[in-house]
C-alpha cells in the first residue's frame, strides 16, 4: 500500500488549502482514513479521520474549519482546510488504518508540509 500527499505550501493566516492522499491497491473503501500532522517539537497528533461508513470526526483545534472526506473511486481521501492559523503550521500525514475504523499498524504517507504565516 502506498499513500502519496498532495497539496501543501505556504499560505497566510485565513487562507485554504486542501490536501489529497492517494492511494494505492485494489482495495480502498473499507478502511477508515485520517489526517495527523505534526509540529517542529511536537509530538504527531490526529487531526480528522473518516470511518469506511462515512463517519468523521476532528481534533477540537480544527472543528468548524477542517472537512476530511473521501473518494472511493479515485482512492482518495481529502483534508480542506479554512480559515488556517498559524498554529496549524506542520508537516501533514495521510494514514490508512487496517480496518474501517481507526486502529494502529495502518500505513502512513511521507508527509505534506503546511506553513501558514501571520
Known amino acids: 500500500v502506498q499513500l502519496v500527499e498532495s497539496g501543501g505550501g505556504l499560505v497566510q493566516a485565513g487562507g485554504s488549502l486542501r490536501l489529497s492522499c492517494a492511494a494505492s491497491?485494489?482495495?480502498?473503501?473499507?478502511?477508515?482514513m485520517g489526517w495527523y500532522r505534526q509540529a517542529p517539537g511536537k509530538q504527531r497528533e490526529l487531526v480528522a479521520f473518516i470511518t469506511s461508513g462515512g463517519s468523521t470526526n476532528y481534533a477540537d483545534s480544527v472543528k468548524g474549519r477542517f472537512t476530511i472526506s473521501r473518494d472511493n473511486a479515485k482512492k482518495t481521501v481529502y483534508l480542506q482546510m479554512n480559515s488556517l492559523k498559524p498554529e496549524d503550521t506542520a508537516v501533514y500525514y495521510c494514514y490508512r488504518s487496517p480496518s474501517g475504523a481507526m486502529a494502529g499498524l495502518g500505513s502512513w504517507g511521507q508527509g505534506t508540509q503546511v506553513t501558514v504565516s501571520s
Open positions: 491497491g485494489s482495495v480502498f473503501g473499507i478502511n477508515a
